[in-house]
């Protein structure tokens, strides 16, 4: 039976499958070139066959914001000059022109919106509850149970995520008690710092890009193939103007011209009320050379890699103990909360994955150079509103089982046995957490 979940788990989410290649991937979907800012993908979710007698009856919850602007609108400088010279000299072709405008329409999006919610990202956080409450509604409805508190990061597209998720949850249990907090006191655990190296200990260096890096002017062809120092970029530029040598004189080196393009594309599907795509000015190939070194460097940052996976463990314990402290309040005789929510970052629940061993389903470790060659999808495991839900079910004589979601889907644990499919005993789980606390704390300390 585990086996088979695994195997079936491994299918729903399309990660570490050797036949399906990250060409392959980006030509179904070119936004996930955009790594961990690519928007949620609301794939079916399934719930398998709960052991007899128990049903859900408490949930606890982490969640990322959802779909945003860019941080800062300063994306598109590597491009934007050059397109207005190429523009004076009549160097641009109609589709030059007009991918010059969708980049300039994006960016005028983004002024005095940077790093907020978007619309999609409202839409992301709501869907998440209607789901939630249509996926799990007795603990929901349970009149003895109708607390709900909620935690968010200070930061403002946060508390705008956890607004949306709420106000969907209460549309659909107005019975429901909500409390919200935000505040600098929470963040020990909702967003904790991941700077803990040892005094004297290097920062790990960032990854190359795989292409052996930017590299000075040269004349076409730059490089014969992906993955080749100086990659070519003639099929993409070609279309856009009308005297490719002149161009390439005025731009240089094309790579940081192309990949302002390539960050802006990322975006479009963030602001996606504009209706670009400008996606569709690349080939799937070039947007894998093009993605590579960003996803790459997610997993070295956040993941639980060779390099940095020992410090994100031991810097995100907070987190887990909060869900083990949460969870052994709502447990408690008399108590009335249905869910603890809460609300964060990306580099908080990436940590908590790999403090899990979930952040790579077949619980391996690799360096941040190989997370690509080893089918590691930032686009997969932190899109825009991912979470982590776990949700808690009893039955008549009081006995708890848990299950854990990764972006609301069912995961195993390894190093600890399921009662059946998914399920945990409560009370075993809590130890595995305790235990995957000690020795995070043990592996740094002992380092």
Avoid at 78 to 88: P, Q, Y
Avoid at 195 to 217: D, N, Q, W
Avoid at 299 to 317: P, Q, S, V
Avoid at 420 to 428: M, T
Wanted: charged share 20%; net charge negative; with cysteine.
């Amino acid at each position: 039976m585990k086996k088979t979940l695994f195997v079936t788990l491994l299918l729903a989410l399309s990660v570490s499958l050797g036949a399906q290649d990250i060409v392959r991937l980006l030509a179904e979907c070119p936004d996930r070139a955009t790594c961990n800012m690519h928007s949620y993908e609301f794939d079916p979710i399934f719930d398998s066959p709960v052991p007899d007698g128990f049903q859900p009856f408490y949930i606890t919850h982490y969640g990322r914001h959802g779909s945003r602007y860019e941080q800062n609108s300063t994306f598109a400088r590597n491009c934007e000059g050059a397109f207005a010279v190429l523009d004076s000299l009549r160097l641009l072709t109609d589709e030059g022109k007009a991918l010059r405008d969708d980049v300039e329409a994006i960016v005028a999006a983004h002024k005095g919106m940077e790093g907020s919610l978007s619309p999609r990202g409202a839409r992301e956080q709501r869907t998440l509850a209607a789901r939630m409450a249509e996926r799990y509604p007795t603990v929901f409805t349970d009149p003895a149970r109708q607390e709900v508190d909620c935690f968010s990061s200070t930061s403002f597209r946060v508390i705008m995520s956890m607004t949306n998720f709420t106000y969907s949850l209460k549309e659909k249990f107005p019975g429901q008690q909500f409390t919200f907090t935000s505040a600098e006191k929470f963040m020990a655990y909702i967003n904790p710092s991941l700077s803990v190296r040892k005094p004297g200990e290097p920062v790990p260096p960032r990854p190359s890009f795989p292409a052996g890096g930017m590299r000075p002017a040269a004349p076409a062809p730059f490089g014969p193939a992906p993955g080749v120092p100086g990659y070519d970029f003639t099929r993409f530029l070609k279309p856009l103007f009308t005297d490719m040598d002149k161009a390439l004189r005025i731009i240089g080196n094309p790579e940081p011209f192309v990949r302002a393009i390539f960050t802006t594309a990322g975006l479009c599907q963030l602001v996606d009320f504009l209706g670009i795509d400008i996606y569709h000015h690349f080939t799937p190939e070039e947007l894998a050379y093009l993605w590579e070194h960003g996803n790459n460097n997610i997993y070295r940052m956040w993941g639980g890699g060779l390099e940095t996976g020992d410090a994100n463990r031991y810097a995100i314990r907070p987190l887990l103990q909060d869900f083990i402290d949460k969870a052994d309040a709502a447990l408690q005789p008399g108590s009335h909360r249905a869910a603890d929510l809460r609300f964060g970052h990306d580099t908080s629940i990436l940590p908590l994955f790999a403090l899990l061993d979930i952040d790579d389903l077949q619980h391996r470790h690799f360096s941040f150079n190989d997370a690509a060659k080893n089918n590691w999808y930032a686009f997969f495991q932190v899109p825009m509103a991912c979470n982590i839900q776990m949700i808690f079910y009893r039955n008549a004589k009081d006995e708890v089982l848990a299950k854990i979601l990764y972006n609301e889907k069912e995961v195993l644990l390894s190093g600890i046995e399921p009662v059946s499919g998914p399920y945990y005993r409560w009370p075993e789980l809590r130890a595995h957490f305790v235990a995957l606390i000690d020795k995070a704390t043990r592996t740094w300390e002992d380092q």
